[in-house]
């Protein structure tokens, strides 16, 4: 039974192959891609919520929002 595919599926197959495999490809791949460096393969740690509370704690007295005791506190609080 002929269906005229013809010579141009013959082109058209490998090519949606080759972008089938591609796209199976950075599937596997994306997921290491978010929680790993590029250059040093090792995973990249992200602040603790914390650990910036504790910055933004320090910043705030250091520009005299907060006093002495509401510091020591919230910092308690904080650890």
């Not at 596997?28 to 910055?55: D, I, M, N, V």
Request: charged fraction near 15%; proline fraction near 4%.
């Amino acid at each position: 039974m002929w269906f005229g595919w013809g010579w141009g599926f013959m082109l058209f197959a490998p090519i949606c192959l080759i972008l089938i495999a591609i796209g199976i490809y950075y599937a596997f791949t994306s997921g290491h891609r978010k929680s790993y460096s590029c250059l040093t393969h090792t995973p990249q740690t992200q602040p603790t919520s914390s650990g910036r509370a504790l910055e933004i704690l320090k910043e705030r007295y250091a520009k005299g929002e907060i006093t002495r005791e509401q510091y020591q506190q919230m910092k308690n609080e904080l650890t």
